[in-house]
């Protein structure tokens, strides 16, 4: 069974950083690429950043140069760095999977909230 849990959110001040955590169980996670998406209140979610097997990453216009995706596949996690958080980066964020035809697999969410 899949599993992903997220953790490291809280409420920041605009300018400070933050880093998420999603660890993840019943999966052969070096194989697969793995994603953070966020989703504002009221608003659709979107894909803020991948890093695939390889460890090659990509990042949305609004991610890049602020943020940072890696993973460990030796302890089965997928981190997101962000830095320079703006009050427009408020989300809840999630991290997801896609396992091919075992379909997507998303993680609880954590709240980020970046307010003064």
């Known amino acids: 069974q899949v599993q992903l849990v997220e953790s490291g959110g809280g409420l920041v001040q605009p300018g400070e950083s933050l880093r998420l955590s999603c660890a993840a169980t019943?999966?052969?996670?070096?194989?697969?690429?793995m994603d953070w998406y966020r989703q504002p209140p009221g608003k659709q979610r979107e894909l803020v950043a991948t890093?695939?097997?390889?460890?090659?990453?990509s990042y949305a216009d609004s991610a890049k140069g602020r943020f940072t995706i890696s993973r460990d596949n030796a302890k089965n996690t997928v981190y997101l760095q962000m830095n320079n958080l703006k009050r427009e980066d408020t989300a809840v964020y999630y991290c997801h999977a896609k396992l091919g035809l075992r379909g997507d697999y998303w993680g609880q969410g954590t709240q980020v909230t970046v307010s003064s």
């Open positions: 890093i695939t097997s390889g460890g090659s990453t």
């Open positions: 019943g999966m052969i996670f070096r194989l697969y690429p």
